[in-house]
């Protein structure tokens, strides 16, 4: 009827975005006011914006390396495996994991490696990807990231690599995030600085154009967690190869933060 997910549909009721209200432990819902919002055309917004990243990524996922290089390469991993925040014994969250990118590559320095990502079909190329390397120990989770099905206070570092900009509510998976991180827990996160090129926007489903400084600082200290680090990375530091996509109209940055949980 409502054409999203249980998992949605409760995410709206608890952000009143359905007009319902709860009385003890069930929802009540106006008759009326129910089949004006369904009319209104909402419940098909959130369900186009809940299945329209699934459905690029499962229809890329074997092109995605080749897809993805260009924008962001291995200057982004050696800043994570230079950065000191790994250490043998860590449990490491990858949010968004993709084909395994960033998984893979920092799967010996880690005890386990849990790659989360909203396609089934990315998650396939992962486990073949990480069978042909050899690497036996990364986990594997289809969901989106905002609903992660792991304990509270379960994880030792949260990495999010080009993640974040795929999220309709970024701050609900920076709560996610926050959630799932031991104490003194770090998040390293990756993404585009905020640009104007809506040609790069629209070829890659992005939902958001990047993000400033200010914005995902904002998010991070709201949700508790204390800015460690941030740099905007340069073109030639990020490992993006000055020729990619050379007919787009503005050029794009990438970003590296890292914040622990207080």
Known sequence: ????????????????????????????????????????????????????????FDRVAGEWSKMRSGYYDDNVINELLSSGLLKRDMVLVDLGAGDGYLARAVASSVDTVIAVDISGAMINELRKKAAEEGIRNIQTIVSDGCDVPLEDSSVDIVCANMFLHHI????????????????????FLADLTKHGNQELKEAMHDVWPGFSEKEVA?????????????????????????????????????????????
Not at 19 to 34: D, H, T
Not at 168 to 187: D, F, H, S
Not at 241 to 259: E, L, N, P, Q, R
Request: net charge positive; hydrophobic share 35%.
């Open 1 to 56: 009827m409502f054409n999203v997910s249980i998992k949605t549909f409760i995410k709206l009721l608890k952000e009143e975005k359905v007009p319902a209200r709860k009385i003890g432990m069930e929802w009540r819902f106006s008759r009326q006011a129910l089949i004006q919002w369904l009319s209104a055309g909402d419940s098909q917004q959130y369900s186009s914006s809940e299945s329209d990243a699934r459905e690029f």
């Open 168 to 187: 309709e509510e970024p701050i609900t998976a920076v709560r996610e995030m926050g959630r799932i991180l031991k104490p003194g827990g770090r998040v």
């Open 218 to 262: 904002d998010w991070f200290v709201k949700c508790g967690f204390r800015i460690e680090r941030y740099d905007a990375l340069g073109r030639k530091e990020s490992g993006r190869k000055s020729g990619a996509k050379a007919g787009t109209k503005k050029d794009t940055g990438v970003f590296i933060m890292a914040a622990m949980k207080q």
